[in-house]
């Protein structure tokens, strides 16, 4: 079993930064892959950035350019560094994992892009 717990949602300014944290947690030996997903009012939960542990990336088109994945392995933590913010990006955002045993989700965390 995986445990995901997301960190770093908040209220931000249209322009501003923010960074979300993912940390995993049980049998993180297992995991293979990570994402962060998010889901607006009324929407679709949308893939915003995945990571394969072997180092590739895959960005949605709306984020793509202004937000970067990453990980460190050593802390089981991933991470979404979102720059240049826009209000379309509020939503909740999603921490993925996938594993041997299966696919695990986070509980989700707010972000709120407003003046």
């Known amino acids: 079993q995986v445990q995901l717990v997301e960190s770093g949602g908040g209220l931000v300014q249209p322009g501003g930064p923010l960074r979300l944290s993912c940390a995993a947690y049980?049998?993180?030996?297992?995991?293979?892959?990570m994402a962060w997903y998010r889901q607006a009012p009324g929407k679709q939960r949308d893939l915003v950035a995945a990571i394969a542990f072997d180092g590739r990336t895959d960005y949605g088109d709306s984020v793509q350019g202004r937000f970067i994945i990453s990980r460190d392995a050593a802390k089981n933590t991933m991470y979404l560094q979102m720059n240049t913010l826009k209000p379309e990006d509020t939503a909740v955002y999603y921490c993925?994992?996938?594993?041997?045993?299966?696919?695990?989700w986070g509980q989700g965390t707010q972000v709120t892009v407003s003046p």
């Open positions: 049980g049998s993180t030996f297992s995991i293979y892959a």
């Open positions: 993925n994992a996938v594993a041997d045993s299966g696919t695990y």
